[in-house]
């Protein structure tokens, strides 16, 4: 299946002389064999990249706006093409991953536009004649690193603003799902974009991620990623004073207050929590349900929950896929035993699913019981397990809510205005939903604090990471 892409460099497909072996999540079967970059390779596609750079500035904004727009629409044309991509490589279900391109393109039309307003402005200097002229410019070439959960709309959030900014782009998706970068940068040769604004290559760290970490052309780096990772890459960014921005590992907390309307909670926890098979860093981990909904909460969540149709995203009837690979079904339920041992009540799932000859598949999982120190409340578990704490106040929840070093979402259930406006301020998160999950939009800023992360993703923020200010005077 990808047999028609390659490596991408300075405009054309090319072929390698290493590869490697995509596995299906599903089937625990070869996908394919998929073309990987040498360290040779990489280097060529940052001299791609460097070739690039004063041809897509000298574009001007309008015309890379105009661009976007033509890649917007090659991407809606091949959407059948890139959902089945994604399903096939991660196993979410087809419509979710349809969803995820829609979300995608709308990426690439929202910085088309975003193209056209890169403000600078003029301020009064005190010397005489004088002014002050500030002005917006490509911070260079970019270096962008991709997790393999959302294929499709985390290179999107990376590339959409860099060629909106005038900035190329060296792509590195995650070696896991490299068949949707492939669609995707496939999709972009129909912008008519300079040879080499945008060139994609897959390999080992060693062969991309050190050679555009150490050469200083590269100017800035985009991660997408676990925070560890996330620790390694501004260390070695440091050596060349690059920029970074990164989404990084999330925790989310989700209270319950006593005030919510229980069923419409439950209707978005739900889908929510088991989306991508809980594969989502947004997605609510830590749920704090106050005493006088906690029974039937949980009573309903694990009944939603056991409900759940699992299978092959491609199929109709499928809500749930598989986890990734072997290691994640290992590591998610050595988190749900360490719980039940240490006191957690098992209230549904727990275990691999039954009736599958192949595939990553474990159960939804609904834990109860589930005290603050334990590792599947403490940390991000990453997987579909949704851990249930009860609390008696305001102030307790939003305290315990805020015991975490991570800072990416967080979110609220209320049927009060004045408690919503409270549980806002008091959240220490990038983002907080109050009775709803829909955070990821093109037209908003999406990013983290703390260890989730540096820098936004989308809206008119998102663009200013790939920018640089430059201060003229200029005295007549």
Known sequence: MYQDFGLF??????????AATVMSPVTETALGDAATATTADTQRAIDAAASALTPLREMGGFARADALHRIADEMTTRSDEAARMISTETGKPLAQAGREWVLSADQFRWYAEEARRIYGRVVESRVPGGRFEITKEAVGIVGAFTAWNFPASLPARKIAPALAAGCPVVLRPSSQTPGVAMVMVDCIRAGGLPDGAVNLVVGTTADTYGPIMADSRVRKVSLTGSTRVGQQMIRDAAETV?????????????????????????????????????QVCVTPDRFFVHDSLHDEFVSEFAKCAASLTLGDGLEDATEMGPLINARRLSEVDAIV??????????????????GFNAGHFYDPTVLSNVTDNMPVFADENFGPIAAISRFSDEEEALTRANASTMGLSAYAFTQSPERARRAVATLKSGMVGINSFALAASEAPFGGTNYSGLGREGGTEGIED???????????
């Open 466 to 476: 790939y920018l640089d200010t430059k201060l003229s005077q200029i005295v007549f």
């Open 9 to 18: 460099i300075a405009g054309s497909w090319e072929r390698s002389t290493t």
């Open 242 to 278: 690059k920029k970074v921005s990164m989404e990084l590992g999330g925790n989310a907390p989700c209270i319950i207050f006593d005030d919510a309307d229980l069923g419409a909670a439950l209707d978005a926890c739900v889908p929510s929590k088991f989306g991508n098979a809980g």
């Open 337 to 354: 035993q360490e719980a039940v041992t240490a006191g957690a009540k098992l209230e549904t799932g727990g275990k691999r699913a039954a």
